[in-house]
């Protein structure tokens, strides 16, 4: 057998088996007598055989093959979730097919059915935003499990960071420093993650009977938009020693404009940010206090749980997954650099 690589047919032959018992034997079927699984073991074993993992799959019903189908053509929040689920499929041996839709519908159908021709044992789907997205669950031969964007059905399996939860421990934060006047700048308020931090936000306030300064001013996501609302903010609402912002990039510009005038942060102003964007949190200055979304925490739960529906264990809804706070320089105590 030198140069040459064993196949099943020379594991039955020298086994005195036919290939059915071999195949049977090699994946541990119970309706082989024991004696039989050993002669076919030791012949495997002497031959060096290595099954095909496709012929394996195909035995078993399942090809350790599962797709990654992202419409984050960015990848500024599909990226962590993509590496966590890797994480976990690397941990348990499967294979990983991946696509971007590229947020297109028809990109999305098409790389659907490229994958289920890979016969792939399931599919984790990564939104861009946490709006919820269409299902695609529905007729398709194996489960699937939503990321970041939750499915829009109630029935499929989705996970999705705690933007209430985590905007009002933001806020708690600033409240525990003392801050009282506290403003919030966000992103359009088309965007659910935009709607659940104000609502964290306010929820904060609420519990520690403090009024928030001014009303939430909506924009884009972008660090231009931060500057444009630290003018208008310090022009209306000239005594507010702190600002929730929905995103990094905005809290970015935010500190700019802010410096500009002549404001010091965090001692005239403390600013707290989302996201945990490194290239802007670390960058910074003074480097940003934030929200980080554990997204490849999230990514690595959401592999696991298709692991689970694989099985046959599927856990049905929308599961939010905590976020954790930062704490940098930009919320240090009044008087306190």
């Known amino acids: 057998m030198a140069g040459k690589r064993a196949t099943i047919n020379d594991v039955a032959s020298l086994a005195g088996v036919s290939i059915a018992t071999a195949s049977k034997a090699l994946n541990g079927r119970q309706d082989v007598r ?16 290595q099954p095909n993992a496709l012929a394996r799959g195909l035995l078993s019903g399942q090809t350790k093959t599962v797709g990654l ?89 989705s996970f999705v960071p705690d933007d209430v939860g985590a905007a009002a421990m933001a806020v708690n934060h600033l409240l525990a420093l003392g801050r009282r006047r506290i403003a919030h700048v966000t992103g359009p308020a088309h965007y659910k993650a935009a709607r659940d931090r104000e ?48 995103s990094d990039q905005i809290a970015a510009g935010f500190v700019e404009a802010v410096r500009e005038r002549g404001r010091r942060v965090p001692d005239d102003l403390a600013v707290v940010g989302y996201d945990n964007w490194e290239v802007l949190s670390t960058e910074t200055r003074p480097a940003l206090t934030t929200v980080d979304m554990n997204l490849e925490v999230l990514g690595r739960t959401a592999a696991q749980h298709l692991f689970a529906a694989i099985d046959g264990k599927a856990t049905p809804g929308v599961h939010t997954l905590p976020c954790q706070l930062v704490i940098r320089d930009s919320t240090s105590p009044p008087g306190v650099s």
């Open 199 to 246: 609502e964290g936000l306010r929820q904060a306030l609420a519990e520690a009977g403090v009024q928030q300064a001014g009303q939430t001013l909506s924009g884009v996501w972008s660090q231009r938009w931060g500057r444009h609302a630290a003018e208008m903010l310090l022009m209306a609402e000239p005594e507010i020693d702190a600002v929730f912002c929905g």
């Open 69 to 157: 189908l992202t419409s984050d053509s960015v990848g500024r929040f599909g990226i962590p979730v993509l590496l966590g689920a890797e994480d976990a499929f690397g941990a348990g041996e499967m294979a990983v097919l991946l696509c971007d839709a590229r947020g297109d519908a028809i990109r999305e159908q098409h790389h659907l059915r490229a994958l289920l021709s890979r016969r792939v044992d399931g599919l984790i789907v990564v939104g861009e935003s946490t709006n919820p997205r269409p299902s695609v669950s529905k007729d398709l031969p194996v489960p699937v499990v939503y990321a970041y964007g939750p499915s829009e059905d109630p029935a499929d399996v």
């Open 34 to 49: 024991a004696a039989t699984r050993e002669r076919v073991l030791a012949a495997a074993a002497e031959l060096s055989f």
